[in-house]
């Protein structure tokens, strides 16, 4: 008897894979599933969730925030429902870059929304 052959992984199974990685301090390998992710995202909410992760580690503050601009427009592309609970943190981590790169005008609604959403900015 053979067995199943195995499902290819997804974009969840590959963000989930690298926050496990990250949790564990593996950075690098966390960089690796979250890029598998991107090249795995095969729909707008997928691209939005891949994008997400990769600008979170990002160690260069100008891909930083192209990745977390790409999430946002790949949300606003996606069925509310699909993307709705990542909208808090997608807000926040705009934001969060935005004033790192010393655009506090420009993070402000976004730090701002994200606190209405229920994002903890302390």
């Known amino acids: 008897m053979t067995s199943p052959a195995a499902r290819p992984l997804t974009t969840a199974d590959h963000c989930i894979r690298g926050a496990e990685?990250?949790?564990a301090r593996d950075?690098?390998?966390?960089?690796r599933s979250?890029?598998?992710a991107w090249d795995?995202?095969?729909t707008d909410p997928e691209r939005c969730i891949a994008?997400?992760?990769l600008g979170h580690l990002s160690d260069d503050l100008d891909l930083q925030l192209a990745w977390?601009?790409?999430a946002l427009d790949?949300?606003?592309?996606?069925a509310p429902e699909l993307v709705d609970a990542f909208y808090p943190s997608l807000h926040a981590c705009l934001g969060?870059?935005?004033?790192?790169?010393?655009?506090?005008?420009?993070a402000a609604p976004h730090l701002q929304r994200a606190a209405e959403l229920g994002f903890p900015l302390t």
């Open 74 to 78: 790949f949300a606003a592309r996606s």
């Open 68 to 70: 977390h601009r790409r």
């Open 21 to 23: 990685q990250e949790l």
């Open 27 to 31: 950075l690098d390998g966390a960089r």
């Open 40 to 42: 795995a995202a095969a």
């Open 96 to 106: 969060r870059t935005l004033t790192r790169l010393g655009r506090d005008a420009e």
């Open 51 to 53: 994008a997400h992760y």
């Open 34 to 36: 979250y890029r598998a």
